[in-house]
Structures are given as structure tokens and as C-alpha cells.
């Protein structure tokens, strides 16, 4: 009997300790995104330019604890396409199924993301039940996906967002519901979706992308990344343009100084004349508070 227990013992730690191991590391972090002018970026590199030197301003001004420098400008190509039902089922639950493609070395390779907007940082996820969430990656995937649990900052209000994104070195594309769900176990979770629903290309754009720009505030470090996006291979007229700031959440938890500090140089970012919405759209004036503080 003794030898039982103790066995069954054994299989329930070691179930247990299986469990921790598979699961997916969750991030934490905080982007605050602008919408810059699209003729300012006729040409990139003039338009990178004027985000360089607005960035130096800031640096130059005495009134910020700010630090920037950039590496060569490698523009990075990338093309995206997003995918719903025929009855546009993922966009009536504020879910994005999406595939960035790029070439490196000759080779196509593909980022996979499942992206869930909600309005509360809560709402998100259940912390018990994570496996459970949308975004949450198929087993065989676990070891190379990656989830993030995002604030997204925008012009006069903030998202959240629980995504999760797997790499593969090979081209990929959606023809059903059931082919997602391979790489995105949570999808099983969506109701009144169906494994054999057809899923079609519903959004397609084609991306020059610059993200070797590495900031630092207060001391932490920002990921700064400008996206120009375009509706063909032509890349002559953008469709839309995009800076954004990123910060990962220490492991010790968000600085309070380094987040009024970054939503003060976000706030003079909305101010300057690179902002598309500056004049149509009021910005808001607190972008410090860490209301995913857990």
C-alpha cells in the first residue's frame, strides 16, 4: 500500500513539476505609439531623420534624464497579413491572428502572433487559468513562443493586450481555423469557432521597419522602432507611420520614476510637428500611472 501512495506520490510531482516547466513565460510591458506624418516620409531616410534629431532635442534639453544613440540605419522588410473568419468572428472578439513574414539569408521566415486587445489589464487573462487564455501556444510550440501582456499607450487613451508570437523558419499561411490552432491551442477556447472555418487574408500591408534605436530613461532602457507601412511592393506612398516607445517591466517590478519620466518625453513627442493627430486630436497628460503594477 505504502509503495502506492508513494508512487502515485511521484506521479503527481512530477505532473506538477511538468506543468511549471511547459508553461510560457509571460512579460510585461508598456508601449506608447504615434502616429507620424505621412509625407514626411516620401523619402525614409529624410523621415527618420527628423525622428533622430527631435529625439536629440530631447536629449540636448536639460529638463529630461534621457539618453539616445542609433546604429547603422538597416531598414528591415517585412510583410504582414492578417487573418478572420468569413463572418469576421476573431474581429468581433478583439482578436488578431496575424503572420509577419521577412527573408533572412535568402530563407523566408515567419513570426506567428495571436493578439488579444482588451480594455482591462484583468480582463486579459485569468493568472490561474493562463493555459486557458486564446494566445496561449500548442504544446509542441511552447519551448519557442513567447507571451507579452502589453499597455498600449496611444494619443488620449490606453489598451492592453495579451499576445503570443512563435517563430518558424519557413513560409506559413491560414487556410483554416483548424491550421491555426496547431501553433495556438487557446483558439479552442473561442466560441463558435470551428477547426474546419475557411480564414481569409482580411488586412495586408508591406513594412520598411527601424528599430536600432536604443534609449535609455532614468537609467532603464527603451526600445525606440519607427514602421512604414504601404499598401504594395512599390513602397512609394505610405499608408501609415508609426513610432513607437517599448519598455519591459524589471524583474523587481516598474520603476515609478523612469514611467513619469517616459510619459513626459511621450507627451513632448505628441507636441511636435511629427505627430499626424497634433491639433486634431488632444493627447492625454498622464501616461505614468502603472496600472498593470502586479
Not at 536629440?56 to 473568419?85: C, S, V
Not at 513570426?111 to 487573462?125: I, P, Q, T
Not at 487559468?129 to 490606453?158: R, W
Not at 488586412?203 to 528599430?211: A, G, I, L, Q, S
Request: aromatic share 10%.
Amino acid at each position: 500500500m505504502r509503495i502506492q501512495v508513494l508512487f502515485c506520490l511521484l506521479i503527481l510531482i512530477g505532473f506538477e513539476s511538468a506543468l511549471v516547466q511547459a508553461e510560457v513565460s509571460l512579460t510585461h510591458s508598456k508601449e506608447y505609439q504615434i502616429v507620424l506624418k505621412n509625407e514626411y516620409f516620401q523619402s525614409r531616410d529624410e523621415g527618420i531623420r527628423r525622428v533622430i534629431d527631435r529625439l536629440q532635442a530631447l536629449e540636448d534639453n536639460p529638463e529630461f534624464d534621457f539618453k539616445y544613440k542609433t546604429g547603422p540605419k538597416k531598414i528591415r522588410q517585412r510583410h504582414t497579413k492578417r487573418y478572420d473568419t468569413l463572418d469576421g468572428r476573431l474581429q468581433t472578439l478583439n482578436l488578431k491572428l496575424m503572420v509577419e513574414q521577412s527573408t533572412v539569408n535568402g530563407r523566408i521566415h515567419s513570426k506567428l502572433k495571436v493578439k488579444y486587445n482588451c480594455m482591462d489589464v484583468d480582463v486579459c487573462y485569468d493568472r490561474k487559468h493562463i493555459t486557458s487564455a486564446f494566445p496561449y501556444p500548442a504544446p509542441c510550440y511552447k519551448a519557442v513562443g513567447k507571451m507579452k501582456l502589453e499597455a498600449d499607450v496611444h494619443q488620449n487613451y490606453t489598451k492592453y493586450a495579451l499576445s503570443s508570437t512563435i517563430k518558424v523558419a519557413e513560409a506559413v499561411d491560414f487556410a483554416t481555423v483548424g491550421e491555426a490552432t496547431h501553433y495556438f491551442k487557446g483558439l479552442e477556447h473561442v466560441k463558435g469557432l470551428s477547426n474546419t472555418a475557411p480564414l481569409v487574408v482580411v488586412y495586408e500591408h508591406y513594412e520598411w521597419v527601424f528599430d536600432n534605436i536604443k534609449l535609455k530613461v532614468k537609467g532603464d532602457y527603451v526600445c525606440g522602432e519607427v514602421v512604414v507601412r504601404y499598401a504594395t511592393t512599390e513602397f512609394v506612398t505610405p499608408t501609415k507611420v508609426e513610432l513607437s516607445l517599448k519598455i519591459k517591466k524589471p524583474k523587481k517590478g516598474w520603476h515609478y520614476e523612469t514611467l513619469v519620466e517616459l510619459g513626459q518625453v511621450y507627451h513632448e513627442l505628441l507636441q511636435s510637428d511629427l505627430n499626424l493627430f497634433k491639433g486634431r486630436m488632444e493627447p492625454g497628460k498622464k501616461f505614468y500611472r502603472p496600472a498593470d503594477s502586479d
